[in-house]
């Protein structure tokens, strides 16, 4: 038998070799074509193409701007031709950015494409993307519904845009990871948002309670969205906040509308009663309490509190806490200290080396005192009350009676 080549072995086997294509476009086309699919998908999404506009989330507002340069880049009719069933290449909507005054560089990067490539391989790699995570987010604000009951909202609404122009209410830029709960309100993308239920609490990977939340905007829509969807539209970069939380400004001795040094933006004061055998705290758990203040997450707080010489080296329970917004750390811990100090908890314990501790900001005060005293804190009537040791209530200050004991 005479010996086949290749080429004849495989047409003996009856076996069909397809030439290996490859593709005539250039890197730089390549990541033009990429991004153009981005707004392909956009469109098929949404039914519409991108607008710009400050209601918008920031994505459709980047995919609106690529796509009207898209339109003004000479190539780009005839390179996406055949991806354009929508025909949005050839719409007529007037771009609202300068393009003719950037040169194809600025252009390509505002495209998100590199004209420089630093590998050939590289040709799918678009500046600015952003996270998942991000994306996921803000695609969450955007995919808002009608909302059908906002006459039982607007209200709210028009109390709090009243509040803003009287100076009533003020504004504070949202900090990371700050707290969010029902009847808040925010301002996002220049809209005034109100969460008006929580439901459905997961919880994020790292064991962080996650909620559902339904949140109405001022112009008459809502969405569901996951409580870090919502964090992260706020604060989405992690260093440069973009919403704004909505208050009411208290003229009480912890809140102000100007920021000072230790000013927390949404805090809580916690109660916590120990759990600890000493045989002295045993006899008087139910009166001996810990106040603290806290601008994130009481349970992380106290986690560790069996190592801790603050917690007395021992476990323990959350029994009050309260949410305050645009306080004064300083301010609140001097106020606790000034109504409780009489009654400070006097004990030493030894910690694992065997040293005495003194462990500070245990009172023994019963919860009821601590809960009237945190309500005088919001009203502002804190100022003339001391506690009364003897009677175990808070009383009115007066110095002449003072003066005379």
């Given at each position: 038998m005479a010996e086949m080549n290749d080429d004849e072995l495989l047409d003996a086997l009856g076996i069909e070799v397809t030439p290996l294509k490859f593709s005539?476009?250039?890197?730089?086309?390549?990541?033009?074509?990429?991004?153009?699919?981005?707004?392909?998908?956009?469109?098929?999404?949404?039914?519409?193409?991108?607008?710009?506009?400050?209601?918008?989330?920031?994505?459709?507002?980047?995919?609106?701007?690529?796509?009207?340069?898209?339109?003004?880049?000479?190539?780009?009719?005839?390179?996406?031709a055949a991806l354009d069933d929508p025909k949005l290449l050839s719409s007529t909507v007037a771009a609202q950015i300068d393009l003719d005054s950037l040169d194809e560089d600025a252009l390509l990067a505002e495209l998100g494409i590199d004209s420089e490539p630093s590998t050939l391989n590289d040709?799918?790699?678009?500046?600015?993307?952003?996270?998942?995570?991000?994306?996921k987010a803000?695609?969450?604000?955007?995919?808002r519904k009608p909302c059908a009951d906002f006459e039982d909202f607007r209200s709210l609404f028009e109390a709090a845009e009243a509040g803003l122009k009287a100076n009533t209410w003020i504004t504070k830029p949202f900090a990371k990871d700050a707290s969010i709960e029902v009847g808040d309100f925010f301002i996002i993308g220049g809209q005034m948002a109100y969460v008006a239920e929580m439901y459905d609490c997961t919880e994020t990977k790292d064991g962080r309670p996650n909620?559902?939340?339904?949140?109405?905007?001022?112009?008459?829509?809502?969405s569901n969205l996951?409580?870090?969807?919502?964090?992260?539209?706020?604060?989405?970069?992690?260093?440069?906040?973009?919403?704004?939380?909505?208050?009411?400004?208290?003229?009480?001795?912890?809140?102000?509308?100007?920021?000072e040094p230790d000013d927390i933006e949404t805090g809580t004061i916690y109660v916590l009663r120990s759990l600890s055998s000493h045989p002295y705290i045993a006899e008087h758990r139910e009166?001996?309490?810990?106040?603290?203040?806290?601008?994130?997450?009481?349970?992380?707080?106290?986690?560790?509190?069996?190592?801790?010489?603050?917690?007395?080296?021992?476990?323990?329970?959350?029994?009050?806490?309260?949410?305050l917004h645009n306080l004064n750390r300083v301010k609140l811990e001097n106020i606790f200290h000034r109504l409780f100090g009489a009654a400070q908890l006097n004990l030493s314990i030894e910690d694992r080396f065997g040293h005495p501790v003194k462990p500070k900001e245990w009172f023994l005060v019963p919860l009821h005192v601590i809960d009237e005293a945190v309500q005088r804190i919001k009203d502002g009537s804190i100022t003339?009350?001391?506690?009364?040791?003897?009677?175990?209530?808070?009383?009115?200050?007066?110095?002449?009676?003072?003066d005379m004991s």
């Open positions: 005539s476009r250039t890197p730089r086309e390549e990541r033009i074509v990429a991004g153009f699919k981005e707004i392909l998908s956009f469109y098929q999404t949404r039914g519409c193409a991108p607008q710009h506009g400050e209601g918008r989330d920031i994505f459709e507002r980047l995919y609106a701007v690529r796509l009207e340069q898209l339109r003004r880049l000479p190539e780009a009719q005839q390179l996406l040709i799918t790699v678009l500046r600015h993307v952003r996270p998942y995570v991000e994306i803000a695609e969450e604000i955007a995919n909620p559902r939340l339904r949140v109405i905007f001022d112009n008459h829509t809502e996951l409580l870090r969807s919502l964090s992260r539209s706020l604060y989405p970069d992690g260093s440069t906040p973009v919403g704004r939380r909505v208050i009411k400004k208290d003229d009480g001795p912890l809140f102000s509308g100007a920021a009166l001996i309490h810990k106040i603290g203040v806290t601008g994130g997450s009481v349970v992380t707080r106290i986690a560790g509190a069996e190592k801790d010489a603050t917690y007395m080296l021992a476990g323990v329970e959350i029994v009050a806490t309260y949410k003339d009350i001391i506690y009364d040791i003897k009677t175990a209530r808070l009383v009115g200050y007066s110095p002449s009676t003072d």
